[in-house]
């Protein structure tokens, strides 16, 4: 039994012609878990030690950003990273107060939460 090998531009181009034929929908709902996945797992990525972002976070980022599309998932995050900012400058200051000297760590799912909460409300007004 022989083997079929198609050139490299056959493959490239059988690629076009399979993204062509999905619905644009589907295409907007794959870029949008794209947005979601990337960012965080670049994030996640630059922390030291890998130790900012958490695999569950870059999951449902995902999962969001294929409800949700690329543009709304991108205001989801930007939302949800000033949220967790000034929550960050809030406990550190009062850690600050009380002479507690321990790394800040801080679950990012809440601030996803209110920042779909948020972009959702924003698009129904």
Known sequence: MALAVAPPEAAGASMSQ??????????????????????????????????????GDIKLAAAMGFAY???????????????????????????????IQKMLSLPFVPFLAAGSFLVTIAAIL
Do not use: D, E, W, Y
């Open 69 to 99: 599309g690329p543009s709304r998932m991108t205001a989801i995050l930007l939302t949800a990273s000033g949220g967790a900012a000034i929550a960050a400058l809030i406990v550190s200051h009062r850690n600050k107060h009380t002479n």
């Open 18 to 55: 399979f993204l062509q034929m999905l619905p644009p929908v589907l295409l907007h709902s794959l870029a949008g878990a794209a947005t979601g996945f990337l960012i965080l797992f670049a994030a996640a990525m630059a922390s030291p030690g890998g130790c900012g972002v958490g695999g």
